[in-house]
Nanobody
Framework: QLQASGGGLVQPGGSLRLSCAVS????????IGWFRQAPGKEREGVAC????????YYADSVQGRFTVSRDNAKNTVYLQMNSLKPEDTAVYYC????????????????????WGQGTLVTVSS
């Protein structure tokens, strides 16, 4: 199971850290992806971290503002979000898959086998 948490209301320019707690399997064998879905929009891939932890991918819209990391000892993956913008408002989901991803496909939701429930991030003044 995957459990995403850490969402909330934040002002533009603020920061949040989302957590994805993994249970039932060892997260370090899995690639973890972060996705988001805003009302009326399709689910969008935001970031990905390979099971090695050394390879990460980011959407252009968050590059330089978001950082994905993992703590395998805690079976948890994090998404640090800085300089948040109103357009970052969405429900954020984490997903896991045993297969490594490439930059060309890390943001394809159909390639992830396990999904957690979402956590809502609202960026507003």
């Amino acid at each position: 199971q995957l459990q995403a948490s850490g969402g909330g209301l934040v002002q533009p320019g603020g920061s949040l850290r989302l957590s994805c707690a993994v249970s039932g399997f060892t997260s370090d064998y899995y690639t973890i992806g972060w996705f988001r879905q805003a009302p009326g929009k399709e689910r969008e891939g935001v970031a990905c971290i390979q099971n090695s932890g050394s390879v990460t991918y980011y959407a252009d819209s968050v590059q330089g503002r978001f950082t994905v990391s993992r703590d395998n000892a805690k079976n948890t993956v994090y998404l640090q979000m800085n300089s948040l913008k109103p357009e970052d408002t969405a429900v954020y989901y984490c997903a896991a898959d045993r297969r490594p991803k490439r930059y060309s496909n890390y943001d394809d939701p159909s390639l992830y086998h396990y999904w957690g429930q979402g956590t809502l991030v609202t960026v507003s003044s």
